[in-house]
């Protein structure tokens, strides 16, 4: 694990939902931090890739158009309709789609590997419980134990 990281530098849990639709508090939360300076640095390197890839991808919009909609100003769940203007629309079905494979991202899937890495990193190899990515960050941002 790395040093701890401040607080006040760090997005919500990549569980959180709006709207029924998990991660994507937190990759406003990034946007938004970084724009302020205040994002912990270890993050830096994959905003707009992996996870907030993977949801821009889904909701049909760009990550940068996305970003700048976000630096306007706005609630999350003022932004989130905004994507389904500019992207798709998602219905109930959708969101329960997207929600359960970003709760299970991880588990015996095409992220094991990666989940694996990081846990030898952090130096929590042993820890069988954390067995998706979500539950991992939310270990090494100090959410969890």
Known sequence: MSAKPDPSRLPCSPLDDVAGLRYF?????????????????????NLGKGSDGTCTAFLHVSYEDLKARVLEGGTDLEILSWCQEHGRPLNDTDKLVWSGFYAKLGW????????EKRKAEAGISHRDDIQTMGHFIDVDEGRSE
């Open 25 to 45: 508090p937190r990759m406003l939360a990034k946007i938004r931090l970084h724009a302020r300076g205040q994002l912990w640095e270890e993050l830096h390197a």
């Open 108 to 115: 015996n899937d095409h992220h094991t590997a990666m989940l």
